[in-house]
């Protein structure tokens, strides 16, 4: 509700509104009940005394039920409920009076009787009803009529009506601009023949080519699709309706999912759009119990990982934020971008790199943060495949610091974003985020033997994410536009993949079962879905352009590269999968060496670095962890 401190002169003149409308429903029920008696004249002063307490009663009421702070333009059916409930509580309010207090005591007989109530009911719904639903419809004309004024595209929705009705309402209410519906077109048969908000249902998603016709021969074409949530699934043949669309010459748009509680808003379909399997449903009630009001630092905050972690932790509710990067133009991205956005949160970005020990030690003990999300990373393949020490020092010792840093700082977790390249490794970026790993998971064993627990420090292993820095969406679409050739190193690769958002939230789900009852899992791992293979990824990518694979654009094979694998594995032979009974998140068995070994191979990898000597780095690691297969030279 609504501080009295916050009210706006709008809404004063809403009360006053509302008072005037009570008052003259109050009168006219007791006018018209006793219009030409004898007994108006004679109840008519005991009604003016009582008049003024019973409007000071309405503007409480009306208040309390949110009528004073309701913007007329967007009022709807819970803002008609609550005109119904106040017009009942000030029914009920006479009704109490004209039985309990007046007419036994004062008058002798009732004062009001059961047919000026009931008037009064009725005349009070209307008189509150009447001017903001003139002023809603009044709104909703004049939108329509801008929007055909400024020459708004004739647009198809293509998905379910429900969706449709989404962005209907963000038309009406001016929030979507410059396109005018003409029809939708909806995969479900119920559909069929319906009006949704004044837009007809004109038939299957497959008869796209004949209502652009049919629009085309009245002179009325069809210039745009708008391709809601449910046009993406599988069933609905997404990709044929974008070629059929493309040959038509239509402008795509897509309305993406409003599950976040995102505004309406139009953007451009992606090929990400069409890879995506159906989402995991987030409990954000859950994630925002567990960041709301807390101080939160983000490690890697401007890459592609951290930037959105960042954001979600905004969006939940987080009261203090801090941004550790170490490239100066990405921090100053995701703070830029942060600040737009104008949240409540306090944030703030430092430049750091997790390898500086001592920095990393007093910025998280100066900020002292409930939770640590440590997202900061080297992570191309190839490249660390030639540059292992590099590799070592980054992701091992780096995160090392991080987790010491964050225990020291007293942090209830750290979570530590680590790659499904961490099972079974064959590349040094899974083997140095597995060692990353197995120093979580000891140190985080070594604290549930201690009398009190003080912090949780979890990994979270996914695979790829949709769009991300130096991932092959981007990559393909920058040579399908150069003309080709688009380089895909096998034909039978396949990788899995996800979408950041969701790679994000199901991570932050994964920190809320750390903090829950159940503490015994330290490595969790996202549910990837189907994986994708990467030629196939190619050629749709191409056909989605609008050309034609091996004709306008052709596919080369350019052969692995050291580190990769054909196939990505999700749970290693020696730590099974363990149902944890959150949806998208599994866990790992835990399989974690002794501390005193991990400082072992710690002491000896300095020195191996220090020496620059490859040759030991390798042999440690591979006694670390035995299960590395690395043919990198």
């Avoid at 009732?110 to 709104?139: C, D, P, Q």
């Avoid at 939770?371 to 590099?390: G, M, T």
């Avoid at 790993?437 to 604290?447: F, G, I, K, T």
């Avoid at 330290?522 to 549910?527: A, D, K």
Wanted: glycine letters at 6%.
């Amino acid at each position: 509700m609504t501080r009295l401190s916050h009210l706006t002169l709008r809404n004063y003149l809403i009360a006053l509104h509302d008072v005037a409308a009570t008052a003259f429903a109050f009168v006219a029920a007791f006018y018209l009940r006793f219009e030409g008696a004898e007994q108006f004249i004679e109840r008519l002063p005991l009604m003016l005394r009582i008049l003024p307490y019973f409007l000071v009663l309405a503007i409480v009421v009306c208040y309390l039920f949110n009528l004073t702070t309701t913007k007329w333009r967007f009022i709807s059916l819970p803002d008609a409920l609550n005109i119904l409930r106040v017009a009942t509580i000030l029914a009920t309010a006479l009704l109490v009076l004209d039985y309990i207090l007046v007419a036994p005591n004062v008058h002798g007989t009732f004062f009001f009787g059961k047919v000026t109530i009931i008037l009064f009911w009725f005349i009070e719904i209307t008189s509150l009803s009447a001017l903001r639903f003139a002023y809603r419809y009044f709104r909703y004309t004049r939108v329509r009529h801008h929007a055909r004024a400024e020459d708004a595209s004739p647009t198809l929705l293509v998905g379910r009506t429900a969706d449709a009705e989404v962005l209907l309402r963000g038309i009406e209410s001016g929030a979507v601009k410059r396109i005018w519906p003409i029809g939708i077109l909806s995969p479900s048969v119920a559909d069929r023949g319906q009006l949704i908000r004044n837009v007809p249902v004109l038939g299957n998603i497959d008869d796209v080519e004949d209502v652009a016709a049919d629009f085309a021969r009245r002179g009325k074409p069809i210039a745009r699709t708008v391709m809601l949530p449910s046009a993406f699934a599988a069933e609905a043949h997404p990709e044929t309706f974008m070629m059929r669309a493309k040959r038509l010459r239509l402008i795509v748009s897509r309305l993406p999912s409003l599950e976040g509680g995102e505004a309406p808003r139009l953007a451009p379909v992606a090929v990400e759009d069409l890879l995506l399997r159906p989402t995991t449903t987030i409990d954000y009630a859950r994630l925002e119990a567990l960041v709301k009001g807390k101080s939160v630092i983000v490690t890697g905050g401007g890459g592609s990982i951290g930037a959105e972690v960042c954001q979600r932790i905004v969006d939940f509710g987080a009261a203090r934020l801090l941004i550790i990067e170490n490239s100066e133009p990405a921090l100053y991205a995701i703070t830029e971008a942060l600040a737009a956005r104008q949240v409540e949160a306090r944030i703030d970005g430092r430049i750091a790199d997790i390898r500086d020990r001592e920095r990393i030690l007093r910025l998280v003990a100066e900020f002292k943060p409930n939770l640590v999300f440590h997202a900061a990373a080297l992570k191309h393949v190839p490249i660390l495949e030639r540059d292992w020490s590099e590799g070592v020092k980054t992701n091992i010792f780096g995160s090392v610091n991080v987790a010491d840093a964050a225990l020291a700082a007293g942090a209830e977790a750290m979570v530590m974003i680590s790659t499904d390249k961490a099972i079974e490794p064959v590349s040094m970026l899974g083997l140095t985020k597995r060692f990353a790993e197995m120093y979580c998971q000891a140190l985080d064993h070594d604290l549930a033997q201690g009398r009190a627990r003080r912090m949780r420090l979890i990994s979270v292993r996914f695979g790829n994410v949709l769009a991300s820095n130096g991932s092959v969406v981007p990559k393909f679409k920058a040579q399908i536009e150069a003309g080709g050739p688009v380089t895909v190193t096998h034909p039978e690769m396949v990788r899995y993949f996800m979408t950041i958002r969701e790679a994000c939230d199901l991570v932050i789900t994964a920190a809320t079962h750390a903090l829950g009852a159940q503490r015994s899992v330290s490595v969790y791992v996202l549910n990837m879905g189907q994986p994708v293979k990467i030629v196939d990824l190619a050629e749709r990518m191409i056909r989605l352009s609008g050309l034609q694979p091996g004709v306008d654009v052709e596919i080369v094979f350019s052969g692995m590269r050291p580190g990769e694998r054909l196939n990505e594995i999700l749970f290693a032979s020696e730590e099974p999968p363990v149902e944890i009974g959150l949806a998208g998140v599994m866990a790992a068995k835990p399989n974690e060496p002794p501390m005193q070994a991990l400082k072992n191979w710690m002491v000896a990898l300095r020195q191996a670095i220090e020496a620059d000597d490859p040759a030991t780095i390798k042999a440690i690691l591979k006694d670390a962890v035995p299960e590395f297969g690395s043919n990198a030279a």
